[in-house]
């Protein structure tokens, strides 16, 4: 009759290559994950111009409307002028007329008075912000096909090591229907709570033997029901079966 944690060391090894594959599973490709940051960075400066954008765009409206206001109260201010039956009343208009032409002047500018005014500079920002847009929006169709190659081929990958990782569990699971199931089943329970190992083998040291999971000096009377392997032994420290080895 074979040794039944000779079998659980073997079952062990299989469980570690197990959680292998999954590791690198999970492990993202250093290229991806800087194409992944590199469009995302991307859709962020996307998004922001175009938040400026339309903010700039709304101020240039604004503008606008108020420039066909005040031309148009400047139109009735000449009509009403024209028609003015005293000469109080035409410099009264006058006046209202010379504000109109002042305010005009701010939002349109004069190149005679060098006023820049406010439309010119609202529109060289569109341009220079629909010229920005239009590069990142360049850089993000170049950058989107590349990523979503790169998570193809990762999931790929993945997927690869998916068919592996079932074709190797089953193998386990064979090797672990001919181990006696009280034993598969603490060790495992002790694997779950230790993340990783539920056997571990203990070692001769100078005077005795030690747990070489958790290097803790064994008891002799421990070392000794170990050695007789009747039944299963745990390690006193750390709560693995402990097993003599081969
Ligand atoms: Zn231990």
């Known amino acids: 009759m074979s040794d039944p944690l000779a079998e659980l060391n073997r079952l062990q090894e299989r469980d570690l290559e197990l959680d292998q594959i999954r590791e690198d599973q999970s492990r993202i490709p ?13 859709e962020d400066r996307l998004a922001d111009l175009q938040d400026q954008l339309r903010e700039v765009n709304l101020a240039y409206h604004k503008v606008e409307l108020e420039l066909q206001d005040l031309k148009s109260k400047r139109e009735k201010a000449r009509a009403a002028q024209a028609q003015a039956s005293s000469a109080k009343e035409q410099t009264q208009y006058g006046e209202q007329i010379r ?16 006023v820049e005014g406010q439309m010119a500079p609202l529109v060289e920002q569109i341009y220079k912000l ?52 009280p034993i598969v089943k603490e060790y495992e329970s002790i694997r779950k709570a230790r993340k990783g ?50």
Not at 30 to 42: S, V
Not at 104 to 111: L, P, V
Not at 225 to 246: D, M, N, T
């Open 99 to 114: 504000q109109l032409d002042d305010r005009i002047e701010e939002i349109e500018g004069s190149e005679k008075k060098n």
């Open 130 to 181: 629909e010229e920005e847009l239009a590069q990142v929006k360049a850089q993000v169709d170049e950058a989107r096909p590349r990523l979503e190659a790169l998570e193809a081929a990762n999931q790929q990958r993945v997927n690869d090591l998916e068919a592996t990782y079932q074709s190797q569990k089953a193998d386990r699971d064979r090797l672990a229907a001919t181990i006696p199931a």
């Open 197 to 246: 190992t539920g056997l571990a083998r203990m070692a001769k040291t100078g005077n005795g033997y030690r747990c070489t999971a958790c290097n803790v000096q064994l008891p002799m009377h421990v070392a000794q029901q170990i050695h007789q392997a009747q039944k299963v032994v745990r390690c006193p420290s750390c709560g693995r079966i402990l097993w003599k080895g081969e």
């Open 30 to 42: 250093e290229d991806l994950a800087q194409a992944r940051l590199h469009l995302r960075t991307l």
